[in-house]
């Protein structure tokens, strides 16, 4: 298990960039597969983004292209750049992290995923 802190969730108007941050903390942080994920009122968590030990990435198609997932050089933390926001990515985004490679590239929701509690990104038009 990881423990994961997110910050950077904010409002902004559509077209505009927020960076969204997660601090990894606990036994062998560097092992572990990490990616984004987030929940809109009314629906389902769904994934985002995840960064794989190599650096590979993977994206839902909604966001290629607008966003970029990275680590930090010391590895324990996770960045979500976010550019040309939309109200459709209005939501709750959370970090989670897992040593299974497969469920990340997917980018599958498994509830038992180390997850943090979350920071609330909102777009306005």
């Known amino acids: 298990q990881v423990q994961l802190v997110e910050s950077g969730g904010g409002s902004v108007q559509a077209g505009g960039s927020l960076r969204l941050s997660c601090a990894a903390s606990?036994?062998?942080?560097?092992?572990?597969?990490m990616g984004w994920f987030r929940q809109a009122p009314g629906k389902e968590r769904e994934g985002v983004a995840s960064?794989?030990?190599?650096?590979?990435?993977n994206y839902a198609d909604s966001v290629k292209g607008r966003f970029t997932i990275s680590k930090g050089n010391a590895k324990n933390t996770l960045y979500l750049q976010m550019n040309n926001l939309d109200p459709e990515d209005t939501a709750m985004y959370y970090c989670?992290?897992?040593?299974?490679?497969?469920?990340?590239?997917?980018?599958?929701?498994?509830?038992?995923?180390?997850w943090g509690q979350g920071t609330q990104v909102t777009v306005s038009s």
């Open positions: 989670a992290a897992d040593l299974r490679r497969w469920l990340m590239v997917s980018l599958t929701v498994y509830e038992h995923f180390s």
């Open positions: 606990g036994d062998n942080v560097s092992r572990f597969y």
């Open positions: 960064i794989g030990l190599d650096g590979s990435t």
